[in-house]
């Protein structure tokens, strides 16, 4: 199985600043690598995949890198409604595996 | 636009089996893989299970192999999820999502919360 690693587990961020969100994977995924947003009470929601592409309607401060074993998702400007959680999942291989999360909090 | 609707969600008491369903529209479910996807309160996401279209391939997360089963009626546009042998420790909310380009989640339902408990 896959081991997928999220750093770090809180961020703390003031509106308007950049966040970086980091994510690594215990062997190589590729760029097979989806990042989701997840608010409280909500189901989470796709924002990248092919560790780099939006997914529709997501808006443009968001960004992805990789291929490999690590992953960035970057907030260019952080926005009062990106306060949330994050997840990093690989699909890469069998089972799929999510990372334990990253909560972007405010400063 | 798609829409995700589980159900079949309760009480259920350790050892004892439930089944949820998840209703889809907006899209043509015949023609993409499904997911079911946990959350137990306060936790993390676990991927439990994958069925392709056609109900050719399916695969299961490790804590899960042997005491579940997900299938999928494409005539009804549903997709199903059989738990059995429950336990307290897999007390959550369960989600069910579509397949996107390859095997990223790009749509999710609400969910529907499972209570492990005696």
């Known amino acids: 199985e896959i081991v997928m690693t999220q750093s770090p587990a809180t961020l703390s961020v003031s509106p308007g600043e950049r966040a970086t969100l980091s994510c690594r994977a215990s062997?190589?995924?590729?760029?097979?690598l989806a990042w989701y947003q997840q608010k409280p009470g909500q189901a989470p929601r796709l924002l990248i995949y092919g560790a780099s592409t939006r997914a529709t309607g997501v808006p443009a401060r968001f960004s992805g890198s990789g291929p490999g074993t690590e992953f960035t998702l970057t907030i260019s400007s952080l926005q009062s409604e990106d306060f949330a959680v994050y997840y990093c999942?690989?699909?890469?291989?069998?089972?799929?595996?999510f990372g334990g999360g990253t909560k972007v909090e405010i400063k | 636009q798609v829409q995700l609707v589980e159900s079949g969600g309760g009480v259920v008491q350790p050892g004892g089996s439930l089944r949820l369903s998840c209703a889809a529209s907006?899209?043509?479910?015949?023609?993409?893989?499904m997911h079911w996807v946990r959350q137990a309160p306060g936790k993390g996401l676990e991927w439990v299970a994958f069925i392709r279209y056609d109900g050719s391939n399916i695969y299961y997360g490790d804590s899960v192999k042997g005491r579940f089963t997900i299938s999928r009626d494409n005539s009804k546009n549903t997709l199903y999820l059989q738990m059995n042998s429950l336990r307290v420790e897999e007390t959550a909310v369960y989600y069910c999502?579509?397949?996107?380009?390859?095997?990223?989640?790009?749509?999710w339902g609400r969910g529907t919360l499972v209570t492990v408990s005696s």
């Open positions: 999942q690989q699909y890469n291989n069998w089972p799929l595996t």
């Open positions: 907006g899209f043509t479910f015949s023609s993409y893989g």
């Open positions: 999502a579509k397949d996107g380009v390859i095997r990223e989640m790009d749509y």
């Open positions: 062997q190589s995924v590729n760029s097979n």
